[in-house]
């Protein structure tokens, strides 16, 4: 595989800022959704093509067929071959050009091939990194292959919003009382014990243990009296974060993994896995989720600056808000820039 170091056209990011992020792991599409029929994705402004081969593995490549610039998720897959829509110009999966229709005999020229990107499907995600510069940490999600778990793929959620402020809003747990408070926030329970933050290779941990009941309202009653809920937050740089909630009964796992679009538009996956009510119908749990989710969207797309302020001073911080001050350090630390456009 290869992979160009060139800031796509039209960047939103900052060079320097694009180039940090840019070799880190985002997922781009549901693994379901990558079939023999190409498929357009973005990622940091790229455009990428994602397809099968024959032998069922994904490719992703520029979604730029160099003969005349046509979009190659306009064309399809023809014996395992990528096929441009405008001239059938013919692709094999490693990005060689290996057929000139209109010049059949002629020989076919070197550039003429495409760039394309390192793949992993995992999680029921298909994941890109742009730059293959050595080897980053990649969010652990073992739960997921765990066949004591129950594997659910919520729908993804767009936002005209930054990714670094998505994530930070997933990680803070000072807002559930008031942005959660039609889901599962207790106006009445808005304190914020204060929980240990840990540093791991790719990040962090940030174990929260309070009364709050990650129970919908309606089945708060189902949480034993005295219950202590634990949420522990272990986030993977720079926009992924696993949450393991402790239930009653059993665990869940959710993994938050934020994929930016451009600098300010962001898709969301979130996939999830648990150990219980494994026999209960999901309608009721992906209808939860997609509120959560809605409710977070609807104050993140109105945050300001919409960038996430890497310079501490630029806002006022408290207690609670270690998990968040934790990640700009590492973000900072990365080399992004003071006030980031991602």
């Given at each position: 595989m290869t992979a160009i170091f060139t800031l796509p056209r039209d960047c939103t990011f900052s060079p320097s800022d694009w180039e940090v992020l840019a070799p880190f792991w985002y997922p781009?599409?549901?693994?379901?959704?990558?079939?023999?029929?190409?498929?357009?994705?973005?990622?940091?402004?790229?455009?990428?093509?994602?397809?099968?081969?024959?032998?069922?593995?994904?490719?992703?490549?520029?979604?730029?067929?160099?003969?005349?610039?046509?979009?190659?998720?306009?064309?399809w897959v023809e014996d395992g071959e990528l096929?441009?829509?405008?001239?059938?110009?013919?692709?094999?999966?490693?990005?060689?050009?290996?057929?000139?229709?209109?010049?059949?005999?002629?020989?076919?020229?070197?550039?003429?091939?495409?760039?394309?990107?390192?793949?992993?499907?995992?999680?029921?995600?298909?994941?890109?990194?742009?730059?293959?510069?050595?080897?980053?940490?990649?969010?652990?999600?073992?739960?997921?292959?765990?066949?004591?778990?129950?594997?659910?793929?919520?729908?993804?959620?767009?936002?005209?919003?930054?990714?670094?402020?998505?994530i930070e809003g997933f990680l803070d747990v000072s807002h559930f009382a008031f942005v959660h408070k039609d889901s599962f926030g207790e106006r009445d329970n808005p304190e914020v014990p204060d929980y240990p933050v840990t540093f791991t290779e790719g990040g962090f941990t940030a174990d929260y243990v309070s009364s709050v009941s990650n129970l919908p309202h309606g089945y708060k009653h189902l949480s034993p009296p005295g219950f202590q809920w634990r949420r522990l937050f272990?986030?993977?740089?720079?926009?992924?974060?696993?949450?393991?909630?402790?239930?009653?009964?059993?665990?869940?796992?959710?993994?938050?993994?934020?994929?930016?679009?451009?600098?300010?538009?962001?898709?969301?996956?979130?996939?999830?896995?648990?150990?219980?009510?494994?026999d209960a119908p999901l309608e009721e749990t992906l209808a939860f989720n997609h509120q959560v989710f809605g409710e977070d969207k609807e104050i993140v797309e109105e945050l300001w600056p919409e960038d996430l302020p890497i310079n501490l001073a630029d806002e006022v911080h408290i207690a609670g808000d270690k998990?968040?001050?934790?990640?700009?350090?590492?973000?900072?630390?990365?080399g992004l820039g003071r006030s980031f456009t991602s």
């Open positions: 781009v599409a549901f693994a379901h959704d990558v079939t023999d029929k190409p498929v357009g994705v973005r990622l940091l402004d790229e455009r990428l093509v994602l397809y099968r081969a024959g032998d069922g593995g994904v490719i992703a490549a520029k979604d730029l067929c160099l003969h005349r610039g046509a979009p190659l998720s306009m064309g096929v441009c829509a405008y001239h059938g110009v013919r692709y094999t999966q490693d990005g060689q050009c290996v057929c000139i229709p209109a010049a059949p005999d002629a020989a076919i020229p070197k550039r003429l091939r495409l760039t394309t990107y390192p793949v992993r499907e995992q999680y029921g995600l298909i994941w890109v990194r742009l730059v293959d510069n050595g080897p980053v940490p990649f969010p652990e999600f073992d739960a997921w292959d765990n066949p004591d778990y129950i594997q659910i793929i919520p729908d993804s959620v767009y936002l005209d919003a930054a990714a670094g402020r998505q272990q986030a993977w740089l720079p926009f992924t974060v696993k949450l393991s909630v402790t239930f009653p009964n059993g665990m869940l796992h959710i993994l938050n993994a934020a994929s930016p679009i451009s600098a300010r538009k962001t898709r969301v996956f979130s996939p999830l896995c648990r150990n219980f009510d494994k998990s968040s001050i934790t990640y700009r350090k590492l973000l900072a630390k990365l």
